[in-house]
T-cell receptor, first 114, second 113 residues
């Protein structure tokens, strides 16, 4: 049990749908991250939140919209996605933005866009 | 442009032997390197790290070697056990820079009994 949970674990959506991915951490961490892992590609950092403030957006298309209402929860809102957005979306947390070696990952949400 | 590369997508090793996973990087600003291990249906878990001021870091059966001149690092697992079967990701970051973890594509390690 890593202390980072993600729901749903699997999601299938059409290109016109709107859905949200949820991440929750029970570790008392202050930094949270969204990563994307496409098939045969490295993990790609998407967004970083530190103390509920977004500190990094790695040129992610606007059809992905993060939300961090508090330091324990992180959402990724999805709308009008494309089939190439199908991937494993991983959430992670760390004590703070500098604690990169101690990022704890959730199990991921496997997303399929039809 | 992929800054961290793991050129072997898969590796198969006999139980009890040594497993060697390799990673190459191109960005000379990277000064901290990490290995993560990932089982199916789970997120990656941190395994071991090394700072650029060292060339070796050991933790039990796991040793990471860093060759800065060659921009190469490797993870040695000895002796290999069936529970080591997983995908291993190499990652790097520049502590003085953006501190963004850059991951390799991963190597799937299979330990055969």
């Amino acid at each position: 049990e890593t202390g980072v949970t993600q729901t749903p674990r699997h999601l299938v959506m059409g290109m016109t749908n709107k859905k949200s991915l949820k991440c929750e951490q029970h570790l008392g961490h202050n930094a949270m991250y969204w990563y994307k892992q496409s098939a045969k590609k490295p993990l790609e950092l998407m967004f970083v939140y530190n103390f509920k403030e977004q500190t990094e957006n790695n040129s992610v298309p606007s059809r992905f919209s993060p939300e961090c209402p508090n330091s324990s929860h992180l959402f990724l809102h999805l709308h009008t996605l494309q089939p190439e957005d199908s991937a494993l979306y991983l959430c992670a947390s760390s004590q703070d933005r500098r604690g990169l070696e101690t990022q704890y990952f959730g199990p991921g949400t496997r997303l399929l866009v039809l | 442009d992929q800054q961290v590369k793991q050129n072997s997508p898969s590796l198969s090793v006999q139980e009890g032997r040594i497993s060697i996973l390799n990673c190459d990087y191109t960005n000379s600003m990277f000064d901290y390197f990490l290995w993560y291990k990932k089982y199916p249906a789970e997120g990656p878990t941190f395994l071991i790290s090394i700072s650029s001021i060292k060339d070796k870091n050991e933790d039990g059966r796991f040793t990471v070697f860093l060759n800065k001149s060659a921009k190469h690092l490797s993870l040695h697992i000895v002796p290999s056990q069936p529970g080591d079967s997983a995908v291993y990701f190499c990652a790097a970051l520049a502590i003085q820079g953006a501190q963004k973890l850059v991951f390799g594509q991963g190597t799937r390690l299979t330990i055969n009994p």
